[in-house]
């Protein structure tokens, strides 16, 4: 699948991935406008920070949240927690254009009762890579991970269960929406380095969303 390919799907094209993971293209750019300015307000409260890892290391990249639960990582671990360690308060609460969108797209993906409670917000700059990994820091394996690409483009990994599996690359333009649960949930993935450019609203950046429901249950 080529990237020339993909471009030359319409908005609202709906691919699948597997079982249950599902791009929905450019699903995000009905409410761009609203979700733009609720972004930057956020990021705004809450700046984004380059995380430290178990080993000691910076992430490259920078990394902030909102909702009643953020990501973060330090010399202990990674988790979530409901108190930023930067400001020492909450985090920012998740903003209903992006809640509204989040919840529609896991509807239109075959999850109609998405309810999460952190959004992870990630920055990649120019060169910035996230190597394969699995997301399974979450209380409740039953939900999806809801994901929003903005910005400059990216090439997606779509792993398998294994780590040793070959992964689908998967190209993700400003607006693209990625839905994955069920059999799908615990996928190693990740993104290659992104390349050089300068995306018309957003600048040198690549911003990704994801939206998850990461506490147990009330
Ligand atoms: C489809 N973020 O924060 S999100 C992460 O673009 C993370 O910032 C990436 O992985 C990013 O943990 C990727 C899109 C995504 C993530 C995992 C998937 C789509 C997926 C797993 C299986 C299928
Ligand atoms: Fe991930």
């Known amino acids: 699948m080529s990237a020339d390919f993909f471009a030359a799907l319409d908005a609202g094209t709906r691919l699948q991935l597997g079982g249950e993971a599902w791009l929905l293209h450019g699903f995000a750019l009905d409410s761009i406008d609203d979700l733009l300015p609720a972004l930057k307000d956020v990021i705004r409260a809450a700046p984004f920070r380059h995380m430290t890892t178990p080993g000691g290391l910076a992430m490259s990249v920078a990394t902030t949240s909102c909702g009643a639960l953020g990501w973060i990582s330090d010399r202990r671990g990674y988790r979530y927690v409901r108190r930023d360690p930067d400001s020492g308060h909450g985090w920012p609460p998740m903003p209903q254009p992006m809640l509204g969108m989040a919840s529609k797209a896991a509807a239109a993906a075959g999850f109609p009762d998405f309810q999460p409670d952190a ?13 394969l990994h699995q997301d399974r820091d979450e209380a409740d394996m039953a939900q999806p991970i809801v994901s929003v690409s903005l910005g400059l483009p990216a090439t997606f990994l779509f792993g398998g269960r294994t780590r040793s599996e070959r992964p689908v690359r998967v190209p993700l333009s400003h607006g693209d929406v990625v839905v994955w649960g069920g059999v799908d949930r615990l996928r190693f993935h990740g993104v290659l380095p992104v390349a050089p450019g300068v995306h018309p609203q957003l600048g040198e950046q690549r911003i990704n969303l994801t939206f998850r429901k990461a506490g147990a249950s009330a």
Do not use: A, D, E, V
């Open 119 to 131: 959004c992870l917000i990630n920055r990649y700059r120019p060169g910035t890579r996230l190597s």
